[in-house]
Nanobody
Framework: QVQLVESGGGLVQPGGSLRLSCAAS????????IGWFRQAPGKEREGVSC????????YYADSVKGRFTISRDNAKNTVYLQMNSLKPEDTAVYYC???????????????????WGQGTQVTVSS
């Protein structure tokens, strides 16, 4: 049974950092690409980052480029999202997801993702 579990969210001041974790079970995470999404109140879910399994390439939305870093630890079957220089507009519920494909092309749309975690809340506020 494929399962994804996010953790690491919380309340942080503007300019602070958080590291989100996405632990996978029921499949070998490094065989497939993993996307991170977020959804703020009243807004659509948007893709913010993806890591491919084909060559380890990473991709970022313009809004987080240079501040967020996605990585994977194959031994722990876990993907991370390091978030630095956080802004109030980063406040959202963050999800990891997989389409069980190796590439990241088209990752920003939540359509086609079969498996999602339960989400973790990130709040950036002073």
């Amino acid at each position: 049974q494929v399962q994804l579990v996010e953790s690491g969210g919380g309340l942080v001041q503007p300019g602070g950092s958080l590291r989100l974790s996405c632990a996978a079970s029921g499949f070998t995470l490094n065989y497939y690409s993993i996307g991170w999404f977020r959804q703020a109140p009243g807004k659509e879910r948007e893709g913010v980052s993806c890591i491919s399994s084909s060559d380890g390439s990473t991709y970022y939305a313009d809004s987080v480029k240079g501040r967020f870093t996605i990585s994977r630890d194959n031994a722990k079957n876990t993907v991370y999202l390091q978030m630095n220089s956080l802004k109030p507009e980063d406040t959202a519920v963050y999800y990891c997801a997989t389409r069980l494909v190796r590439y990241c092309s088209g990752y920003r749309s939540p359509q086609g993702y079969d498996f999602w975690g339960q989400g973790t809340q990130v709040t950036v506020s002073s």
